[in-house]
């Protein structure tokens, strides 16, 4: 992993801490539609008490598939976005910051400039990475998900932009730890993607979603790399974990919930029935109903549908009777990373003697 540039003006010194206040961590995610972002502490063995979170659904890559660069609106919403995740950092006075961009950035021509801008304009330096690393950060972020008595795990990132899956062999793997990948994908389809290839018109209708489902599916069924964990998949000695703001809301529409609670919804086990009943009554709800659904909202009332469809074509192809959800991901996986990274460096300061910890850019 590359070096965690510190957050724009914080302090990198101990010493300007009060004493005894545990340092802060930060994870910055601009996505396709959402930019996120969560400050953090370190508790316990590899563990953390998140301190603040912000979430705003931006839409960056709105029109991108027709234009091929990112329109000034949503560069406007996501800088906005991005000046109060600024701010909130120098607040906390976070030590450390990773911030990223996935895939909106990595397909706009006007990407690298955008990056530039951002800089220029908030003293956030945002990384893009590679689908790969992308995959690996969503992982890392839900391993405490992942259900080890089982012999595989399919981890499925749905954004935005694109959907990143990572089938993760279990069978003799450690207790604890990062298990081993056995493949990773990356398709360029995500909710927004998907939904502006598909408008939805009037009225939602089984036909129109199983053509979304298709779509998707053509994407997926070439790989061929996991094809070793098929027969795991086959006799159902693996479980799917899917992390995005459309399948928790699938699973806030499954619980009934009257607002969205977290703690009921990170670590919701459903069935695949569960899923498709749920997927279900979203198509049955007009556009309006479903902007009134208190788990989904009308920021999400034309993707859900979409997300919904991303994750019934995986469960298709790779069919899993148990599917948890993660309301989790890439930020925990930065976290996570930066502070294993700061414990190595504790590490050799104290057999180096006197190795000042500095930030980076």
Not at 33 to 53: D, H, K
Not at 139 to 146: D, E, F, Q, S, T
Not at 307 to 335: F, K, N
Not at 346 to 359: F, K, P
Request: with cysteine; charged share 25%; hydrophobic share 40%.
């Amino acid at each position: 992993m590359t070096e965690a540039p510190s957050a724009p003006g914080a302090t990198t010194r101990g010493r300007e801490r009060s004493a005894g206040e545990l340092p802060c961590y930060g994870a910055l995610d601009l996505g396709t539609n959402n930019c996120r972002l969560l400050i953090a502490t370190p508790q316990g063995a590899g563990g953390f008490r998140v301190v603040e979170a912000y979430s705003r659904i931006v839409r960056l890559g709105e029109g991108l598939t027709q234009s091929g660069k990112l329109s000034e609106a949503a560069m406007e919403r996501a800088l906005a976005a991005l000046k109060v995740s600024a701010e909130k950092l120098r607040r906390r006075r976070v030590l450390r910051l990773r911030a990223i961009a996935t895939q909106a950035c990595r397909m706009a021509e006007n990407g690298p400039a955008f990056i530039e801008r951002v800089f220029a304009e908030t003293g956030l330096r945002l990384q893009i990475i590679p689908p790969q690393e992308e995959a690996r950060l969503s992982v890392a972020g839900c391993l405490n998900l992942i259900d080890r008595t089982t012999d595989a795990a399919l981890v499925v990132d749905v954004g935005g932009g694109s959907t990143e899956l990572s089938w993760v062999d279990l069978k003799g793997a450690p207790p604890s730890g990062m298990p081993p990948l056995r493949a990773w994908l990356s398709v360029p389809i995500g909710v927004v993607t998907l939904a502006e290839q598909f408008p939805e018109g009037e009225m939602a209708t089984e036909a129109w979603f199983r053509e979304m489902v298709e779509t998707v599916k053509a994407e997926i069924g070439v790989f061929r790399r996991a094809d070793g964990l098929r027969e795991v998949f086959d006799a159902d000695r693996a479980h799917l974990i899917g992390t995005s703001g459309a399948i928790t809301s699938l699973a806030g529409l499954h619980l009934e919930l009257p607002r969205y609670e977290r703690s009921r919804v990170d670590g919701l086990w459903m069935t695949r029935a569960d899923c498709e009943a749920a997927a279900d009554r979203l198509l049955a709800l007009s556009a309006k109903a479903r902007a009134e659904q208190p788990c989904i909202g009308p920021d999400r009332a034309d993707l859900v549908l979409a997300g919904a469809a991303i994750l019934q074509a995986v469960q298709e192809l790779w069919p899993c009777s148990r599917v948890r959800v993660a309301d989790r991901g890439l930020r925990e996986g930065i976290l996570l990373s930066l502070m294993s990274d700061r414990g190595g460096r504790r590490r050799r300061r104290r057999r180096g003697g006197g190795l000042r910890q500095t930030a980076a850019q």
